[in-house]
């Protein structure tokens, strides 16, 4: 079997990964956008709003909160979820330097 090696990089370039990885599917940026859009804790049926399984959307959900990305809270049979700010903060912070690029697209120079 083989291993991830993630002790071979640093707790940043982890955390980068992580966070990357809990992107990395249209399902889950399809929930972050409709969470964003709502702007507030939603109970609406996202299985309904993305036409997949329920065992699909809580996957996905899932793996966004454990990300830290979203948060959620079960009352009675309804599930509230929003974003989570420090998370979303978070992904801004890690992220931000690496999408911002270096400068070599700053310049006029060709890498190649």
Not at 15 to 26: I, N, Q, S, T, V
Request: glycine fraction near 6%.
């Amino acid at each position: 079997m083989a291993s991830s090696k993630t002790e071979l990089f640093s707790s940043e370039q982890n955390e980068m990964a992580k966070l990357a990885k809990a992107l990395a599917h249209p399902a889950r940026i399809a929930i972050l956008e409709r969470l964003i859009s709502a702007n507030a804790c939603i109970t609406s049926d996202l299985v309904e709003e993305l036409g997949l399984a329920q065992a699909t959307v809580s996957q996905h959900l899932k793996a966004l909160k454990e990300a830290g990305l979203i948060q959620g809270n079960i009352e009675g049979v309804r599930r509230n979820y929003c974003i989570n700010k420090a998370g979303w903060k978070k992904l801004q912070n890690t992220l931000g330097p690496l999408i911002a690029g270096p400068e070599l697209l700053n310049s006029n120079k060709n890498c190649c």
